[in-house]
């Protein structure tokens, strides 16, 4: 017995016997570096090891989830005796099922990479790499950061699951600075490769350059192109309302649809990805200890699948989908399937219109029809007659999710696997073309 089943086990143990009916922990064990870059140089390299539990606790019909540092056991043991003692002021879930039987889960190969596992220890070469390629071009300063972890984690249920997973981990971004302009791309993956570690420092400095000089664009709809950092923003958020949770809280532009009725363009298929063992957030088991599977959210343009744990899929009468957090339904890793298109060959079919790289402060103001805005950041190009023939300053995409999703008019070929503080679940993403995108000006 591994010393985090241990651990496990005895949170198990001490919950029944204070009398939960049900219990499922996972412990998880984590080391981490991070190398942050300011004024072009590394100037702060941080190490930190944690190790939590998360604790599911249900005694008739109430629900109770926690997290908490496992520095010492008599802590977590104190806060399970507290909750038990609350348990009573919890009104029954509507959502109660019973934890499922243990299943054993097929491994997935390569989530740990020794050659990260070599950078957690001596970073000195990457961030020399970093440097390098971002300085390949006329910028004037960048600024970001780099992190590595590795992860161990073990799940305890009281229905006799005990299962171990060990990963290892790379996110990043490096946001450029060259005049007017600016410019950013990220990367999330599990393995090591120096050649994509450049390609992002690479890739925000010459974003940079190109819009190193700026002009203002008239509010209006465009043809606009998404980068992989927005893409993976946006269909965050639809993949999100995918879930049964966010359906039955009315949080959903799913709220009235059902599998197999149309939702997007045809040419557009994103797939929850969780045995996908390139992109953080694989695994072979959920929080339950269901086996996962790579399923289809949107298939060809159609709703394929709602996301469930056990208590979700009994209220739909459905099965798991093998998606359970510690409470709700949550997304694994995204892929969204490329195209047949070169970003030069999507650039070609703009009259006018803007390629938009990046993004933050993405808003809903209505889930279920699913308007949203969303401010520009870093590098907006402008497009006229198939060339890019300049930068606009800062401004504001409105719109609402169904009518972008149907307004796909080209998928790129190329992916890239985006994962920062926008793209909270990582997700491998092309670009993407959309067809009269509404944008307004940006006020601060």
Known sequence: ???LIEVGVKLRDRALREGFEEAAVLVTHTESLMVKFANSEPSVVQRWSSREASVYLAKNQRLLGTSVPVGSLEEAYRLISELHSLHAKVPPSMLYAPLPEPEKPQPLEGLVDRKLIDVLHDP???????????????????????????????????????????????????RSFAGEGSGQWALGSRRFDLQR??????????????????????????????????????????????????????????????????????????????????????????????????????????????LHNT???????????????????????LEVLPGGYSLDEMIREVREGLVVTNNWYTRLQNYIEGTFSTITRDAVLIVRNGEVVGAARKMRIADALP???????????????IHWWEVDTPTRAPYILFREVG???HTA
């Open 311 to 333: 208590k979700t899929a009994a209220k739909f009468g459905a099965r798991s989908t093998g998606n359970a957090g510690l409470i709700f339904p949550r997304v694994w890793a």
């Open 124 to 174: 000195s070469s990457v961030s020399e790499a970093v440097v390098e390629a971002a300085l390949r071009h006329s910028i004037d300063y960048f600024a970001g950061m780099f992190q590595v972890s590795y992860e161990r984690k073990a799940l305890v249920t009281s229905k006799g699951a005990e299962l171990e997973e060990e990963a290892t981990s790379l996110k990043m971004y490096i």
């Open 403 to 417: 009518r972008m999703l149907n307004s796909i008019a080209a998928i790129g070929r190329e992916v890239y696997d």
């Open 1 to 3: 017995m591994s010393e």
């Open 197 to 306: 570690i450049e390609e992002v420092a690479s890739t925000a400095s010459r974003l940079a350059f190109e819009s190193r000089r700026q002009e203002d664009v008239p509010p209006g709809k465009y043809d606009v192109i998404l980068s992989p950092m927005v893409v993976g923003n946006l269909f965050n958020i639809v993949a999100d309302m995918a879930t049964a949770s966010s359906i039955l809280m009315g949080a959903s532009i799913f709220v009235n649809k059902a599998p197999g009725d149309k939702v997007a363009s045809e040419q557009l298929t994103i797939i929850d990805a969780p045995r996908n063992s390139e992109l953080p957030g694989s695994t072979a088991f959920d929080d339950e200890g269901v086996p996962t599977y790579s399923k289809p959210i949107v298939e060809k343009g159609v709703l394929a699948n709602i």
């Open 439 to 441: 944008t307004s000006k």
